[in-house]
């Protein structure tokens, strides 16, 4: 199963009144490290596995003080963490690089992108509806 389309899905679900999408790109990996989107598609987030591995062990311990330590890495830049809810979601950030929305599913880490100068809450939306689908799916 390709998973690359839940990108777009994701992206379309950012748009705000004017119609402009937020978020500009997007992946989802598993909680044990593994990449469900590919490089592939137009709209990914290239996150290496070691830096997925640290998320998804993150997320599955419900440790998220590394990230308060040292900041959310994706793409090889260092976001700096703002909060963590639930146990189920972190915002970070990135001065003139944009923001990160990460939530979790059940066995996933959805990975969401607001682009600098995008409202982060339209991409904390997309990224919702997209974790909030796969637990419904049982994933």
């Known amino acids: 199963m390709s998973w690359d389309s839940y990108i777009d899905n994701l992206i379309a679900h950012t748009k705000d009144a004017t119609g402009s ?3 500009d790109k997007a992946c ?3 909680l044990d490290g593994s990449k469900w989107t590919t490089d592939a598609a137009p709209a990914a987030i290239k996150i290496t596995a070691a830096e997925a ?5 993150a997320f599955k311990s419900r440790d998220f003080s590394p990230f308060m330590s040292s900041g959310v890495t994706v793409e090889g830049i260092k976001y700096q963490f703002l909060r963590e809810e639930d146990n189920k979601l972190v915002l970070a950030k990135k001065k003139d690089l944009g923001a990160l929305t990460l ?3 059940k066995t996933g880490v959805v990975i969401g992108h607001t682009k600098e100068g995008g409202q982060q809450g339209n991409t904390n939306k997309g990224v919702a509806t997209i974790a909030e689908y796969l637990e419904s799916l049982n994933m």
């Open 21 to 23: 999408a937020n978020a």
């Open 103 to 105: 939530q979790t599913s």
């Open 28 to 30: 989802i990996i598993g």
């Open 53 to 57: 591995a640290t998320i998804g062990k």
